[in-house]
């Protein structure tokens, strides 16, 4: 039997107006997550390295347990299972918010502690020495320091946190892949499709990597 298939350009290209209407959600979700993650990070990231024991262990079983699951997991959980104890359902935008959020906010409390204990344990000392308090220690320079170098793996953990949201097409969030597979339903052109997810995914990630890299050779990030 002779099979022969044609990709279908005008089909690929006419799902693109379509295709469009799931990367506001795509962005809402990734960066308003990692919005919410940043500030986990910062927490938790701190915690990991305080000196109380009490205050370390938290940080490090929020850090392996949402480190150590898939994300599509978590956001089951969150989508299916957290209505039972809470006696109602979740809006699943909010589901995959929170999923990003609890996600991302365990890879960049890793990040926090990693930035942080980069700089040199000298420049703690001398910030003693000239009478400023740990507080403003850190704060003045310390962390301002520590910032800039977490801006480059801060940027890939939203890279992976956009690529993430599109697993989330399982709880109906009408992101980009969500949007293809509605278009798929009614066209039946998988092939075409999808390219243009893929294409358009491609897009957003390589306009945030070219952001990123613009910001190194401009001295505003890294060491």
């Known amino acids: 039997m ?31 997550g990692l919005a919410i993650g940043f500030f ?34 978590q956001v089951l ?10 006696g109602g359902p979740i809006n699943a935008l909010v589901a995959g918010i929170a999923a990003i959020a609890v996600n991302s906010g365990a890879y960049i409390s890793e990040i926090v502690r990693g930035g942080v204990q980069s700089i040199e344990r ?28 977490m801006i480059p793996p801060l940027g890939n953990q939203g890279i992976i946190s956009i690529k993430d949201t599109s697993l989330f097409s399982v709880i109906g969030v009408g992101e980009l892949v969500r949007q293809g597979q509605v278009y798929i339903a009614t066209t039946f ?3 075409e499709v999808y390219l243009m997810v893929a294409l358009l995914y491609l897009a957003i990630t390589l306009s945030l990597s070219l ?13």
């Open 40 to 73: 986990i990070g910062i927490l938790f990231g701190l915690l990991r390295i305080s000196p109380i024991a009490w205050l370390r262990v938290p940080a490090i079983a929020y850090i392996e347990i949402f480190r150590g699951t898939p994300v599509l997991v």
């Open 189 to 191: 052109n998988a092939l």
């Open 122 to 149: 000298g420049q703690r000392e001398a910030s003693l020495s000239l009478g400023l308090s740990r507080t403003q220690s850190f704060r003045y320079i310390i962390w301002p320091q520590a910032l800039r170098r």
């Open 77 to 86: 959980f969150i989508f299916y299972g957290l209505p039972q104890l809470l």
């Open 2 to 32: 002779d099979v022969t298939f044609q990709f279908d350009w005008e089909a690929a290209f006419a799902s693109i107006p379509f295709l469009l209407k799931g990367i506001p959600y795509t962005l809402l979700i990734s960066f308003g």
């Open 211 to 223: 952001a990123l890299r613009l910001l190194e050779r401009r001295g505003l990030v890294g060491q």
